[in-house]
């Protein structure tokens, strides 16, 4: 059997060669996200919306504090002051910047070969994940990852559902003991359901047909999930909008429309999250 | 024809030099010299040249054992990669990622090379063999010892030949 | 100038200066003995402790989640390269000043490997799952993944180990010949065991002159190897400030530093305890603070050199973490370890520091205070300013780390105080090996010297 399996993958790594060594260009899905942060208005309900999907618990203020959040989404705000940046714009964007962030499920993942005892790997579907009953906690996943997306148990937080609140976990997913690391999945277990449902119709998961939690709680529809291998799909049609595309280390913009930017490219991690840039002064 | 076996301590390394020396002339002219060995508190490369240099095999395990631990760590790496066929790709790496590989079979020349040394070290120096015969312990103070086994014919003339030697003891048994 | 050993040492008076040690201990001993068993008993009620609540206990967070443990692993591997240099790499150049200190050194290292072997278990968050890094046949199929840094130093730390425990032992036979010839009771029949029935035959020293030659011959390039692997945890990694080629070097050359260092405190503490003015000599504890001093010099060299590049750089990710770690909250331990790594050894050079035994063994502890504080500060500042502004945080150790890393030196201290006990603590026969290649080299020099006297004396008389 390892045998057969062992051909089987080969071949599949020989064909492979359209983008770098993508060894599942020719599958069916591939999932991507574009976020449109001209329209995040930075209200958290992406990230309310995944604690309730995916159990994940509330740590409380002082441990927040500390860098304790498991909060696999999260809006990060950066606070730009008055001065103006003469390279970028003559009118300083004052005020607050929002970055929803999350597991960028990179194609060129850093955090997946360095795990000891192979507890993260890279699926058919463009997604990369993390096997929770594998994982011995030697945490060199968030280390190498750049985004720092990978959250650690640090503790045991089953005392944040006391009964009767365990009744409102999300039954398609598991709660993590201490000792173990996560990170978004894209609603893996939607995605699961999703394909489930298509395969017994015989089809292929249409565009919208699947919403990650996130998505589907945005009240401004800044963030847009779909299967990147589907030409007609909307993520598709913005990456095709704002030429991007996986195999390349910098979206050099063209034009003004074109705000389309992956999050530290220049890494080479792949990311399959598309950012649009905010729409700047000085291109109106 | 019985044997007898004498062992005579001598107090530096020029007593036993020529001691040894006249029983190998004596041998070459007489026989009856058996077996010759020296004991002695630190190796001694002259002494050992006079009483017959023998060859050393320790370095063909230490070479099988480096290559045998080339191979192991490659299949290793390799072979279990395949098995866990389904969590390889990692991080847009190739199936048999010959750098990561190349560490492990590094490590793996060196242990097994080590152990295969240390294996040839206990068959060669026969030093598990039990049969210690005659020993002093001032071997291991500061002593040279000398350990003759001699047929019945020339036994006592060895005898008086260590002794004139200046040997501060001599020991002997009688082998059945 | 002085010898480095007198000529005129008795090998029967060396055996009773060495066996001597090995006698029933004084009161000292049995308290430092039982400091060490309650230091590293509060190391497990730590541990425990950690393991009980989560690695929160650690005071870990989002996103340091590598802390001291890491940074005391590669601390004790360091320590550990000094046996692999005075045994093995002097052993091949013909040194034989090493031969006294030589095996405190190797017990040194097997020790100090022993200590740094906890560490990753201890850093897991889920330790009872550990032997899941071992390639164990399971009915699931599951292997550990090669391609991890973590995991090369699982293998390369079990071929150090075992291959210095074994350099330690195989060297150690013929004194243990000499230990079982000269005791009684369960001492007698534990040498009798370990000794292997050694007698001295020359078919014995034969084969073990060739054995030690090619176990240094193999260690040499382990030590280098070991370290460039702990080394590569950091380097393989693409965060700011590890991504750098010359961390192998670096680690390997600082290894080294931390070992000489380490040699220093132990061959003070040794010649002090047990009397061992005769072997321990001041000539050969000169050399030894050369040598540390020389490789003060390449640390420093391959420090300089990565600032250097940083700044010729314009990586803005390697500049703002070069700049956290001389002015952040971590700077007063980055400048410690700057004066303490790079200026404090010049004190070497000085004669009469190195004639003062108290002051040089402070300089030797604070030397290796230093090598400790280099590795934290790789540690903790890069990943206290990593990619991601939203993310950086500071770690300041708590209880837990902190008693865990006395318990780390306790324990080490632990192993070497039973073994100076039971195993003599510096090569008899290797000092009698020594005596006598100089006793032999100074006599034919002084026949030599004759026979050119007399040859100038017929000259004259014809």
């Known amino acids: ?284 | 024809m019985s044997r007898y076996r004498l062992f005579a301590l001598f107090d530096n390394f020029a007593e036993a030099r020529e001691a040894i020396i006249e029983l190998k002339v004596m041998d070459l002219r007489e026989g009856g010299v058996e077996e010759m060995r020296m004991k002695s508190p630190i190796p001694h490369p002259e002494l050992e040249e006079v009483i017959g240099a023998r060859p050393v095999f320790v370095q063909r395990f230490t070479f099988i054992g480096a290559v045998l631990g080339a191979i192991g760590g490659f299949l290793l790496t390799a072979g279990l990669s395949q098995a866990t066929f389904t969590v390889q790709p990692q991080g847009g790496k190739a199936i048999i990622p010959f750098p990561t590989d190349l560490v492990i079979i590094y490590e793996g020349t060196i242990l097994l090379g080590v152990l295969a040394t240390v294996l040839g070290f206990f068959l060669g120096a026969k030093l598990l063999r039990r049969g210690g015969t005659l020993y002093s312990s001032k071997v291991s103070e500061d002593q040279v010892g000398l350990w003759v086994e001699v047929l019945d014919s020339h036994y006592e003339k060895v005898k008086t030949m260590l002794w004139s030697h200046k040997a501060n003891e001599v020991m002997e048994e009688e082998v059945p | ?462």
Request: one cysteine or more.
């Open chain 3, 1 to 462: 100038m002085e010898e480095d050993i007198r000529k005129d040492i008795k090998w029967a008076q060396i055996n009773r200066d060495v066996l001597h040690s090995m006698q029933r201990p004084r009161r000292v001993y049995w308290i430092m003995l039982s400091v060490c068993i309650a230091l590293v008993g509060a190391g497990a009620y730590a541990v425990a402790y950690q393991y009980n609540y989560g690695m929160g206990a650690a005071l870990l967070n989002r996103p340091q989640m590598w802390g001291l443990y890491i940074a005391t692993f590669v601390f004790w591997i360091g320590v550990s390269h000094s046996g692999t240099l005075l045994s093995a790499i002097l052993h091949i150049t013909q040194s034989d000043w090493r031969k006294p200190i030589y095996r405190s050194a190797e017990a040194m290292t097997a020790f100090s490997v022993m200590t740094a072997g906890l560490f990753p278990l201890i850093h897991l968050g889920r330790i009872w799952d550990f032997y899941w890094t071992m390639p164990y046949p399971n009915e699931r199929s599951l292997w550990p993944n090669f391609r991890s840094p973590l995991l090369w130093d699982l293998v390369a730390i079990m071929t150090y180990l075992t291959s210095s425990l074994l350099f330690l032992y195989i060297g150690m036979i013929p004194d243990l010949a000499i230990c079982r010839d000269n005791t009684t009771g369960w001492r007698h029949k534990l040498y009798g065991v370990l000794a292997l029935g050694w007698q001295g035959t020359d078919r014995q020293w034969r084969n073990f002159r060739v054995t030690y030659l090619l176990m240094a011959c193999f260690l040499i390039p382990l030590a280098v190897s070991v370290h460039s692997i702990v080394a590569s945890d950091f380097a393989m990694s693409i965060m700011p400030g590890w991504h750098v080629t010359s961390f192998p070097p670096y680690f390997v050359s600082g290894a080294l530093y931390s070992g000489c260092a380490g040699i220093i405190t132990l061959f003070i503490l040794l010649r002090y305890t047990f009397r061992y003015e005769d072997y321990l000599t001041f000539p050969i504890l000169d050399k030894v603070c050369k040598l540390t001093f020389a490789i003060a010099m390449v640390w420093t060299y391959l420090n300089l050199i990565e600032f250097a590049s940083v700044w010729y750089g314009h990586n803005m990710f390697d500049k703002e973490v070069l700049i956290e770690k001389a002015s952040g909250p971590y700077a007063p331990f980055w400048w410690s370890m700057i004066v303490l790594g790079m200026i404090l050894p010049f004190a070497l050079l000085s004669h009469r520091i190195r004639r003062n035994m108290k002051l040089l063994m402070t300089v030797s502890l604070l030397l290796n205070v230093g090598m400790w504080l280099e590795r934290w500060m790789i540690v903790s500042p890069t990943l206290a300013k990593n990619h991601e502004p939203y993310t950086w945080a500071y770690h300041w150790p708590g209880w837990v780390e902190l008693t865990i890393l006395a318990a780390s030196f306790a324990w080490f201290t632990l192993l070497f105080l039973i073994f100076v006990k039971i195993f003599p603590s510096v090569s008899m026969y290797e000092v009698k090996e020594m005596l006598y290649h100089r006793r032999h080299v100074s006599d034919r020099l002084e026949r030599e010297a004759d026979d050119d006297s007399l040859v100038v004396a017929k000259e004259e008389a014809s």
């Open chain 1, 1 to 284: 059997m390892t045998v057969k399996r062992m051909i089987e993958n080969w071949s599949a790594f020989r064909k492979s060669g359209q983008v770098g060594d993508e060894y599942y260009d020719h599958k069916d899905y591939r999932w991507g996200m574009v976020i449109d942060l001209n329209t995040c208005i930075g209200c958290n309900a992406c990230v309310t919306a995944c604690y309730a999907e995916n159990n994940l618990p509330v740590v409380g203020k002082e441990r927040f504090g500390r860098g304790l959040g498991m909060h696999w989404m999260r809006i990060e705000r950066y606070w730009q002051t008055g001065e103006a940046d003469e390279t970028r714009t003559r009118y300083p964007e004052q005020g607050a910047q929002y970055t929803p962030m999350m597991c960028q499920q990179c194609e060129h993942a850093p955090c997946e070969p360095v795990c000891p005892v192979a507890a993260t790997y890279h699926t058919p579907d463009g997604l990369n994940a993390q096997v929770y009953n594998r994982c011995v906690g030697s945490r060199y996943c968030s280390n190498n990852c750049p985004y720092k997306v990978r959250y650690f148990n640090f503790y045991s937080y089953t005392e944040t559902w006391p009964s009767p609140l365990e009744q409102q976990l999300n039954p398609d997913i598991s709660v993590r003991d201490k000792g173990v690391m996560e990170k978004c999945t894209f609603c893996v277990q939607r995605l699961r359901r999703a394909k489930n449902e298509a395969k017994n119709e015989h089809r292929l998961v249409n565009d919208g047909e699947v919403q990650t939690a996130c998505q589907q709680s945005c009240p401004t529809q800044a963030i847009m999930f779909g299967n990147l291998s589907d030409a007609e799909s909307r993520v598709s049609k913005s990456w095709q909008k704002h030429k991007m595309e996986f195999g390349h280390h910098e979206n050099k913009k063209q034009q003004t429309t074109q705000r389309g930017y992956r999050a530290l490219e220049e890494l080479n991690t792949e990311p399959s999250v598309m950012y649009l840039e905010r729409v700047r002064d000085e291109d109106i």
